[in-house]
């Protein structure tokens, strides 16, 4: 399969949300990461367990996932109120994520991800990938 | 194994020191031992306690958290929450409000630290927690940061 073929599917495949997420398969590939119902795809990654990488995607705390943590800074921070404990903060990031992150993904053996990735980076410019805050 | 009463003098001890210690300057990390321990966060000059954790590198743990790296560090992003969000603009990227953390933590945040073995660690930890009250910590699960 070429880069172009994976990067057709990635983007044609039908978004799932957190409903789905228990019915992944886990195996390696690459996910994309959508904001509502793919209108703008956010971030690429490459997992070996695609199933635990996207439990992670919905259920991390910011302290311990830069998704999160890229997340609330542009779309959750101007939602919160002032005073807001961390605890309250997380789970409002929390439920911003559920509502409005979808994903797609390609199954791809581990060894090929990380070109898969460095291609699919550069073909589909995701909006809020690590090189691109 | 100590017993029950001198432990309890021990975590006494090791809580005064934590308190009474000169603040050590964050920017002098190499000032700070490598060694595993429990250190405390204050404001400023030891107006407030914000946080104590335990740590097994003491440098290592409080440069971590000097970095401001809010998706790795569990202070950094109490710090954030409490002081910061104030402080940013709307639009600011995930690295300018990592980097404003840090600014933030180098101009207000001292530490003190106390060397202690690991397996001391989570009784020492619950202890200090409950005589020092830290500020950033969750009000509802005292003994635990996250």
């Known amino acids: ?133 | 194994m100590p017993s029950k009463e001198q432990f309890a003098a021990l975590v006494h001890e090791l809580v005064t020191r934590l308190m009474e210690s000169p603040s050590l300057e964050p920017v002098d990390l190499q000032s700070i031992p490598e060694s595993p321990g429990l250190y405390a966060a204050w404001l400023h000059d030891k107006q407030d306690c914000l946080y104590v954790s335990s740590a097994k590198s003491l440098r290592t743990q409080i440069s971590d958290a000097l970095t401001g790296d809010r998706h790795k560090n569990d202070l950094a992003i109490r710090i954030y929450d409490r002081y910061v969000h104030p402080l940013r603009s709307a639009q600011a990227s995930t690295r300018a409000v990592n980097k404003l953390t840090r600014e933030w933590m180098l101009d207000h945040v001292t530490f003190t630290c106390v060397h202690l073995e690991r397996r001391e660690h989570p009784r020492a930890l619950s202890h200090a927690i409950r005589i020092m009250r830290p500020s950033l910590h969750h009000p509802h699960r005292p003994g635990r940061a996250t």
């Open chain 1, 1 to 133: 399969m070429s880069y172009q073929d994976l990067a057709d599917q990635i983007s044609q495949a039908p978004a799932a949300g957190l409903a789905q997420r228990r019915s992944l398969p886990n195996v390696s590939g690459i996910y994309a990461v959508w904001l509502d119902d793919k209108t703008e795809l956010l971030s690429l990654g490459r997992t070996a367990k695609l199933r635990r990488a996207i439990d992670a995607l919905y259920t991390k705390p910011r302290q311990s996932s830069m998704m999160a943590l890229r997340l609330y800074d542009k779309y959750v921070h101007p939602l919160r109120p002032p005073q807001a404990s961390t605890e309250d903060v997380n789970a409002l990031t929390r439920r911003w994520i559920a509502e409005h992150i979808h994903f797609t993904y390609v199954e791809v053996p581990w060894p090929d991800t990380q070109q898969a990735l460095r291609e699919l980076l550069h073909a589909l410019q995701p909006a809020v990938h690590a090189g691109r805050l």
